[in-house]
């Protein structure tokens, strides 16, 4: 490997340690179109793309719903525990 390639891969490490991920759990509180209805609203999913997360969190416990930076999922995050549903920044 030369110096440019390693450049590149420590240059792609960091931009890769700045990304998180929110992640959505299930819980047996909220109902599916409450959970489909935040995930539109605030994580600007569309409407398959969200229901498809509220059936894995259902099924799995959790589901990856967003990544990117903390200071873009903090506000997301924030906005849904706010509406009660059960997510977390990783």
């Known amino acids: 490997m030369n110096q440019h390639q390693e450049a590149i891969f420590k240059k792609e490490d960091g931009l890769n340690s700045l990304n998180r991920y929110l992640i959505l759990f299930n819980d047996e509180v ?24 509220a ?6 416990g959790k589901c990856h719903v967003k990544s990117g930076e903390l200071n873009e999922l903090k506000p997301m ?3 849904m525990l706010r509406r009660q549903v059960t997510v977390e920044i990783t």
């Open 30 to 53: 909220n109902t599916f179109d409450h959970i489909i209805e935040t995930l539109i609203d605030v994580c600007r999913h569309e409407p398959e793309q969200a229901e498809q997360c």
């Open 55 to 60: 059936l894995i969190a259902h099924y799995k």
């Open 77 to 79: 995050a924030d906005e």
